[in-house]
């Protein structure tokens, strides 16, 4: 999925962030995010969204240095953007 950041994210408005979700209930390893990361249009950053977690391998892969780093984002993490956004409160 490709987003670009609005306004109220005023430092990095405009740019754009290629997202890719998974909703496993395995770990996610570092072959997902090097994948996402040999995708990435040139001058974008990438994420990936799990329901899941993130194994050892992943998180070093995210932030290898010299490459373009990856933000990684679990379930737990997930969870508490939801709620702090208030997204589906009105459904409970």
């Given amino acids: 999925m490709n987003a ?3 306004v109220s994210m005023w430092p990095i408005c405009g740019l ?3 997202v890719q979700a998974k909703r496993w209930l395995h ?3 570092r072959r997902e995010v090097a994948e ?3 995708s ?3 001058f974008a950053r ?3 969204v799990t329901t899941s977690h993130f194994s050892r391998a992943a998180i070093a892969e995210a932030s290898e240095a010299g490459k373009n780093p990856i933000a990684l984002i679990d379930g737990h993490t997930f969870a508490g953007i939801v709620s702090d956004l208030g997204i589906g409160n009105d459904q409970i």
Avoid: D, K, S, Y
């Fill in 4 to 6: 670009f950041a609005g």
């Fill in 16 to 18: 754009l962030l290629q």
């Fill in 27 to 29: 770990t996610v390893g």
């Fill in 36 to 38: 996402l990361r040999g």
């Fill in 40 to 42: 990435l249009q040139p």
């Fill in 46 to 48: 990438g994420a990936v």
